[in-house]
């Protein structure tokens, strides 16, 4: 059984910064990428970001674009979300998590094979 656990969470003040990570343990599979998502309260989940193996392409949704960077290795499957200039908005349970093949949208929270139990980010005004 596959398990991807994350890390990092917290509470930070608007302007500050954290750092998730997310290893996978169990049993060895391989990533085509991995992705972050998250969810506000009464919100459905949203993709964050998700960067891809063999091209090192990052994808990143327009909300985090120039504040958050993903990053991380696919040996092990592990994947890293640096987050500045935090927001209020930013505030959600953060999950991460794989594909292992390549799909057309990687936005699309259907498309990944396996998913974290997630991290909660608070940022308080």
């Known amino acids: 059984q596959v398990q991807l656990v994350e890390s990092g969470g917290g509470l930070v003040q608007a302007g500050g910064s954290l750092r998730l990570s997310c290893a996978a343990s169990?049993?060895?599979?391989?990533?085509?990428?991995m992705g972050w998502f998250r969810q506000a309260p009464g919100k459905e989940r949203e993709f964050v970001a998700t960067i891809t193996w063999g091209s090192g392409r990052t994808y990143y949704a327009d909300s985090v674009k120039g504040r958050f960077t993903i990053s991380g290795d696919n040996a092990p499957n592990t994947v890293y979300l640096q987050m500045s200039s935090l927001k209020p908005e930013d505030t959600a349970v953060y999950s991460c998590?794989?594909?292992?093949?390549?799909?057309?949208?990687?936005?699309?929270?259907?498309?990944?094979?396996?998913w974290g139990q997630g991290t909660q980010v608070t940022v308080t005004s």
């Open positions: 169990g049993r060895t599979f391989s990533s085509y990428a």
């Open positions: 998590a794989a594909a292992i093949y390549r799909v057309p949208d990687w936005s699309k929270d259907y498309e990944y094979n396996y």
